[in-house]
């Protein structure tokens, strides 16, 4: 479980498939989203999936972003650990929209990216966006990621060809960019989270 000032993170249960089906279904506010699910079953079938533990190669592992004083679900975030070595790691996250233009993206995103170079000794963070999605990339480039590579309509989703835009960060330049002129790790206002 990993906790930031607002939410909590921790593993995706049964118990939260009325929450997840709630946002995740809504198919105007996640256009963006490969997987839009029509049933509760779609969604105990996807709690179902996520593997026992976190950080195992090949795996994907799914968080719930729990909203602290309300205890709901209002999110979740997806980690990918994408190679043998393990080493890397792709993320996506996606926050109910009636909790968007609040910084809980910024906010949990910095959690886990300190928690995924911290704890889990990754080495490169990844993630992989529907350029169209101009708040993920505002999100991408705030935390620090660098654009990598444009690929031209790669991406086969609900039948139509889309175009996948990867964003980066390593390790060293999470550190670097966290740490101020006098070492000092610098932490963003909230106002400063509430533009993304």
């Known amino acids: 479980m990993i906790e930031t000032e607002r939410t909590i993170l921790r593993p995706v249960a049964g118990k939260d498939k009325h929450e997840i089906f709630s946002y995740r279904s809504d198919s105007l506010a996640n256009q963006y989203q490969a997987w839009i699910p029509k049933t509760l079953d779609e969604v105990s079938e996807f709690i179902s999936n996520n593997p026992k533990e976190i950080n195992l190669p090949g795996t994907w592992f799914q968080l719930a972003v729990v909203k602290k004083i309300q205890g709901v679900v209002i999110g979740d975030i997806g980690l ?10 792709e993320l ?5 929209k009636h909790y968007h233009g609040q910084g809980i993206a910024q906010e949990t995103m910095r959690a886990i990216i300190g928690h995924l170079f911290g704890d889990l000794q990754k080495h490169r963070i990844i993630a992989s966006l529907d350029p169209r999605n101009s708040k993920s990339v505002r999100l ?14 790669s991406l086969l989703i609900a039948g139509q060809w889309v175009d996948d835009v990867i964003y980066a960060i390593l390790s060293r330049e999470w550190n670097e960019k966290a740490r101020s002129r006098h070492g000092k790790v610098v932490t963003p206002s909230r106002e400063q989270m509430r533009k993304l």
């Open 80 to 89: 990918h650990f994408i190679d043998s070595e393990n080493r890397q790691c």
């Open 92 to 96: 996506g996250i996606t926050i109910s």
């Open 140 to 153: 991408c480039e705030g935390l620090g990621f660098r654009k990598e590579g444009h690929f031209k309509e």
